[in-house]
């Protein structure tokens, strides 16, 4: 918590660095509502932001998933929805049953139809979804990515919930402390297509370039399409194929509780290292019993929460997506935009028997 804040703290005087130099580039001076309000594609266009501009009042908001049934998604989507009450606004949820490449595409359709004010989507592909945000963009709709991103060019923001190449490399970093930097690992992912965790993995391959890993073997990516029974089948699978498995990875709250289920009623338990990004609601049983000695994850509530508030402000006119814009995201506190319209929410936390009953999501 108080990296978090530190790191906000760190983020604001960039910002504040950032808006000095814009003022000459007028980013950061007043501007029409009008003018912010044309802009309908990504950062870098002629639009310019008012920073002082209100949060309109009565905007809608739909918070599109990578799947309605992930308890994970749930929450984010949850507070992100409370967030809207906080403001005035309206927000609801409405996604699909599983995560595949296409399957927000039909609900993006309909959500521009309605016209909504901003769509939030946790892309399940980059690129399946982006002919669709790109309408929706051209109508003036705003295109916030949350979770897992889109191409850069079909969405105006991205709420990366913490640094990608952190998230990928610490959960290597963990597990090869744990294995004594000796071994087979796997990961259990969760679809192909995610863009999350696909970005994290990358990382991990990287990490475990490095000579300190040298006697770790990854033998293989397995995918749970971030569905509960077929990451347990898989993890089954992977322990099938690979009885002298050290360790497993497994960067998604899906994958991570149905991997612990296995391993918990398993001669595995205990011996083969369960790490990744998981929810302390799902994970402290496992926690407790000694299935799981660790995990991390960020606050799911502060996602929502901070992607609401980042798409008010997009809608609003107070931004428009451009590098070093800043806008107060209600008891969050100032956020800066980034590069590329990235936002970065924090630092994950990392959970064990110590520290797990001080969290409830
Ligand atoms: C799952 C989803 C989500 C990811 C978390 C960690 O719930 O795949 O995209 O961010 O895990």
Excluded at 24 to 51: H, R, W
Excluded at 170 to 187: D, N, R, T
Aim: charged share 20%; aromatic share 6%.
């Amino acid at each position: 918590m108080i990296i978090r804040t530190a790191a906000r703290r760190r983020a604001a005087a960039t910002a504040a660095t950032a808006c000095a130099l814009a003022v000459a580039l007028t980013a950061c001076s007043g501007t029409t509502k009008d003018s912010a309000e044309k802009d309908t594609t990504n950062a870098g266009t002629a639009a310019k932001a008012d920073p002082n501009a209100p949060l309109k009042k009565g905007l809608k908001l739909a918070f599109l998933p990578k799947q309605i049934n992930n308890p994970y998604e749930k929450i984010v989507d949850e507070a992100g929805i409370a967030a809207a009450e906080e403001y005035g606004a309206t927000g609801k949820e409405v996604g699909p049953s599983d995560a595949s490449a296409s399957s927000q595409v039909s609900y993006i359709n309909t959500l521009i139809q309605q016209r909504q004010d901003a769509i939030l989507i946790a892309a399940n592909d980059p690129n399946a979804v982006c002919g669709p945000l790109k309408q929706a963009m051209k109508k003036d709709i705003k295109v916030v990515a949350y979770d897992s991103d889109t191409a850069k060019d079909c969405r105006q923001l991205f709420i990366n919930q913490a640094s990608s190449e952190e998230i990928g490399r610490s959960l290597v970093q963990h597990l090869g402390e744990q294995i004594g930097y000796q071994g087979k690992i796997a990961i259990l992912s969760a679809t192909q297509n995610a863009t999350n965790q696909n970005t994290w993995i990358e990382f991990m391959k990287d990490e475990l370039k490095l000579p300190k890993y040298k006697n770790m073997q990854l033998v293989k990516v397995a995918y749970g399409d971030d569905a509960d029974q077929k990451s347990f089948q898989q993890t089954q699978g992977l322990l099938q194929a690979y009885p002298d498995l050290k360790g497993i990875i497994s960067p998604t709250t899906v994958g991570i509780a149905a991997a612990a289920r296995y391993l918990g009623d398993s001669s595995y338990k205990g011996k083969v290292v369960l790490n990744g990004l998981g929810t302390p609601n799902q994970m402290r049983k496992y926690v407790k019993d000694g299935t799981v000695e660790q995990f991390s994850l960020w606050n799911p509530e502060e996602l929502g929460y901070l992607g609401s508030y980042a798409a008010a402000a997009l809608a609003s006119g107070q931004i428009t997506g451009a590098e070093g814009e800043k806008f107060k995201a209600g008891k969050l506190g100032e956020y800066t935009i980034g590069k590329d319209g990235e936002i970065i929410l924090g630092e994950p936390t990392v959970f064990n028997k110590q520290n797990i009953d001080k969290f409830d999501f």
